[in-house]
C-alpha cells in the first residue's frame, strides 16, 4: 500500500491542541474535555486551579480597590496573599 500524505496524516494520532494536555484530539483539535470547556464557557481552561507559587501570591499581594472610598487600598485578596507570603518565609 502507498501511503500518501492524506493516508499518513489519518494514521498520525493528533494530540490536543490545548498546552500541557496530551489526550487525543478530535472537534477543533481539542480533546473532549478541552472542547466542551471551550464549548460552554468560551475557555478550555475554565475551571482549572492556577498553582498559588510565590510569584503568584506577589501579584495577587499587589491588587488594590479600584474605585469607591477605598480606592488605592489593598484588596481583601491582596492582605490574605501577603500573609500567605509571610507565612512561607523561612525564619
Ligand atoms: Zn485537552
Do not use: F
Not at 500541557?20 to 478541552?34: D, E, F, I, V, Y
Not at 472542547?35 to 460552554?40: G, K, M, N, S, V
Not at 498553582?51 to 488605592?72: F, H, I, Q, W, Y
Amino acid at each position: 500500500m502507498k501511503v500518501t500524505p492524506a493516508t499518513r496524516a489519518m494514521l498520525t494520532p493528533k494530540i490536543c491542541k490545548v498546552d500541557l494536555c496530551h489526550s487525543p484530539a478530535g472537534t477543533r483539535g481539542m480533546c473532549t474535555k478541552h472542547y466542551q470547556r471551550w464549548l460552554l464557557h468560551g475557555d478550555p481552561h475554565h475551571g482549572e486551579s492556577v498553582p498559588l507559587t510565590d510569584s503568584a501570591l506577589a501579584l495577587m499581594a499587589n491588587a488594590t480597590v479600584e474605585r469607591g472610598p477605598d480606592k488605592g487600598k489593598p484588596t481583601l485578596v491582596a492582605r490574605l496573599a501577603g500573609e500567605l507570603l509571610a507565612a512561607r518565609k523561612p525564619g
